[in-house]
């Protein structure tokens, strides 16, 4: 049988639709970074499932009864509830969003010179443990970097060997902690199953390693497991959250992703020693510990949302809708990252676009023009995304991706068709999508505020070749 959204619509927001006229204006203003497009142009808007999320009617209630007080907010005490019953960690320490948290237990848990291992990076994450002078080690299983492994139920997995060749190369004191992604976004929305973060918790405890968990999407990744681990079938996802969080000391929560908000975040943890360093920390970055930077009312909000995003009716529709758009593209031979994941259809722009090398930015391009044909905003998940190396040269990824990320509870799949139909339309006229490179290149974070342009196309002659020079700035290694 067929299943619908669980929920109804009590309020509706309309749609814009522009030309393609105004796109292609938009998308030139924006120097060709669809992080720069402002949203009134985008029709579909699939840039993040980041505090993008709908919020029900009970959470809309809960905002209102906010208590703004500066200290000892009640608001605080229904967050600190929530945590502790739906995740089983006893102490919460929020803060403005998630980077707020990674900022505050980068500053606690690592000591300049030491390693963090994680199953792939983030980018905020990465940076916070960068600044804190750590540096990061992936250790997820090698089948994570191929998005045509689609056999692979659980490809979020640490490599329990690279871990602990890790451990044995640099020794477990100089390993900062470990940081566990579920899922990892950077791989797509691939989840961790049970048994790996069961095996990475005894491995973590064998050589006395802290196991911090990047907790953010940690309600989709109980649904795989339920979906896909022996044994889960009939365990409600709420459970099932509770167990995979009984093996980690803590963790950092965006709560823009699976707390059903549009803004904050939090630590939680079992240590009294780690929440004293964070209260401390909190007050000089965040505001007071039971606040963190956000206002009651986003308290609420959030002690709501984290229960609701772990009823499986709803995680079921959430997981089946992204599954939904990515079985229409694969259906229509586009390559997209397999198995779909929990949050996004990853577009493969190498494969889509095989005509451009990687330093022509192809994921960068194919967002751009996806925009111009559909007014679909997504987003780069590769080169540009993964900036520059210590020595100034840029990463170059395995994976070279363009995000269509779902917002929770905002789309029907009817938005999703039509997002199909733009995407394969591409798809069938690929031969025409030329590669960009940089006008303004910013520091840090750069996928964020990077300028591009077209390369223009090149000239078949070398004499003319010479008159018109590619570019002053030439990115090729
Ligand atoms: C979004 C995200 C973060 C950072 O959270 P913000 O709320 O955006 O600061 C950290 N880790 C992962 C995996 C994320 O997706």
């Known amino acids: 049988m067929r299943t619908a959204e669980p929920y109804r619509i009590k309020m509706v927001e309309p749609l814009t639709m522009t030309t393609r006229a105004e796109r292609e204006k938009a998308i030139a203003d924006a120097g060709y970074n669809t992080f720069l497009l402002k949203s009134s142009v985008c029709y579909i808007d699939l840039l993040t499932d980041s505090g993008t999320n709908a919020m029900s009617d009970r959470q809309w209630s809960a905002l209102m009864m906010g208590d703004e007080a500066y200290a000892g907010a009640r ?16 102490y919460v320490v929020p803060t403005h969003q998630g980077r707020g948290a990674e900022h505050l237990i980068s500053k606690i848990l690592i000591k300049p010179g030491q390693y963090v ?7 905020t994450t990465r940076v916070h443990q ?26 979020g997995n640490i490599d329990l060997d690279k871990l602990q060749a890790l451990i044995d190369d640099k020794g477990a004191e100089n390993i900062a902690y470990v940081n566990l992604a579920v899922t990892v976004n950077m791989a797509g929305g691939q989840p961790v199953s049970m048994a790996n973060i069961k095996a990475v918790s005894e491995l973590c405890k064998r050589n006395g390693i802290i196991l911090w968990s990047d907790a953010t999407r940690l309600a989709e990744n109980s649904w795989f497991i339920k979906e896909r681990e022996e044994g889960y079938a009939d365990t409600p996802c709420a459970e099932i959250v509770k ?3 009984s093996y980690v000391d803590g963790l950092t929560m965006s709560g823009k992703k699976d707390a059903l908000v549009n803004i904050g975040g939090f630590l939680a943890m079992r240590s009294e020693a780690i929440l004293e360093e964070a209260r401390g920390l909190v007050v000089v970055y965040e505001g007071m510990p039971t606040y963190g930077g956000l206002s009651g009312r986003d308290l609420e909000a959030m002690a709501v949302g984290l229960r609701e995003a772990l009823d499986d009716a709803y995680l079921e529709h959430r997981i089946g809708q992204v599954r939904y758009l990515g079985d229409q593209l694969k259906a229509a031979g586009v390559p997209i990252v397999e198995p779909v994941g929990g949050h996004a259809v990853f577009i493969d722009a190498r494969a889509f676009l095989p005509h451009l090398s990687q ?4 994921a960068q391009a194919l967002a751009a023009e996806l925009f111009v044909e559909s007014g679909v905003r997504s987003m780069e998940r590769g080169i540009v995304s993964a900036g520059r190396d210590a020595d100034g040269n840029n990463r170059h990824p395995a994976l070279e991706l363009v995000r269509l990320t779902i917002p929770r509870r905002v789309y029907t799949n009817a938005h999703m068709d039509v997002v199909a139909d733009a995407v394969i339309e591409l ?5 025409a999508i030329r590669g960009l490179r940089f006008v303004h290149e910013a520091p840090t974070l750069r996928f964020f505020t990077s300028r591009f342009e077209p390369i223009p196309a090149r000239s078949p002659l070398p004499e003319q070749a010479e008159e018109h020079p590619v570019g002053a700035v030439d990115v090729r290694p």
């Open 117 to 123: 291992a994680g199953n792939m990076y983030f980018t």
């Open 427 to 431: 798809w069938k006229n690929r031969d």
């Open 243 to 245: 167990e995979m969080l």
């Open 75 to 90: 608001s605080f005490d229904h967050l600190l509830e929530a945590v502790q019953e739906a995740y089983g960690l006893p």
């Open 359 to 362: 330093d022509d930015f192809p």
């Open 130 to 155: 960068e600044l804190a002078g750590a540096t990061f080690v992936d250790v997820i299983r090698d089948e994570a970097h191929d998005p045509t492994r689609a056999d692979i139920p659980f490809k």
